[in-house]
């Protein structure tokens, strides 16, 4: 599995607003989800919105209305958030 660039740079630009004790935490749980989103889409490379997902799913299992404008703004919806639930990650 692969990073795109962008993803890479999306996902350190969202863990910005981390505070640095969970920073990494966050940042690794979001790279494994988002690589499982790129695995459940079979998709061979991590794009920036599985990096979105990711790193939404990373923070919490439920969105907040900053998670809500974040998929807004990556054209993605509540439906993608939900599609694949805790167990299958």
């Keep these: 599995m692969t990073w795109e660039k962008s993803a890479s740079d ?7 607003v981390v505070r640095d004790p969970f920073r990494s935490i966050i940042r690794n749980n979001a790279q494994r989800y988002a690589e ?11 794009t920036v919105k599985e990096a979105v997902l990711g790193f939404l799913r990373a923070r919490s299992h439920k969105l907040t209305s900053e998670g809500k404008m974040i998929l807004s703004e990556y054209q993605l919806t509540e439906e993608d958030f939900q599609n694949y ?3 299958q990650i």
Aim: charged residues 30%.
């Design 36 to 46: 499982a989103y790129a695995e459940a889409r079979r998709t061979p490379h991590i």
């Design 85 to 87: 639930s805790q167990s």
């Design 10 to 16: 999306k996902l350190e630009e969202l863990l910005q």
